[in-house]
């Protein structure tokens, strides 16, 4: 494995994949209200945050690492299709959130679309920026 392809591949999925869970997040946000409400609200947000980015930080790199070694061709299909496998396997987090924390049954469908979503672009991200 190249060490520093990796290392970019995970960089460059990590800022794709908080782009566009942003983007989305706040185009969903009447469907994650339920979600947001049980938030920490900004103040906790702001103070948690470091701890919410290692997390995705830490999935992002096992992400591409699982990519990286798995990949068979390296193609943008490839990378689609492991990204969208990735996010519905991310979609059962969604369905034990649910089953715990009291959401709205389209808090999770809107989390579960958004992860199917943001976890494809990554594996795009990654097959782009780590060729065979």
């Known amino acids: 494995m190249n060490m520093n392809?990796?290392?970019?591949?995970?960089?460059?999925?990590?800022?794709?994949?908080g782009i566009i869970a942003f983007g989305l997040?706040?185009?969903?946000?009447d469907q994650l209200a339920s979600v947001f409400a049980l938030s920490r609200g900004p103040e906790g947000m702001a103070e948690m945050g470091g701890w919410s980015m290692?997390?995705?930080?830490?999935?992002?790199?096992?992400f591409c690492y699982i990519y990286i070694k798995?990949?068979?061709?390296?193609?943008?299909?490839?990378?689609?299709?492991f990204g969208a496998m990735f996010g519905v396997l991310m979609c059962g987090i969604s369905m034990v959130n649910y089953s715990t924390f009291p959401f709205e049954m389209m808090g999770m469908g809107a989390d579960m679309i958004?992860?199917?979503?943001?976890y494809s672009a990554g594996g795009v991200t990654a097959s782009v920026v780590y060729k065979p």
């Open 70 to 81: 798995g990949r068979e061709a390296g193609d943008i299909i490839e990378g689609l299709k």
């Open 25 to 29: 997040t706040t185009l969903m946000a």
């Open 5 to 17: 392809r990796y290392i970019i591949a995970v960089v460059a999925s990590f800022i794709v994949m």
């Open 54 to 62: 290692g997390g995705y930080l830490v999935v992002t790199s096992v």
């Open 114 to 118: 958004i992860n199917i979503i943001v």
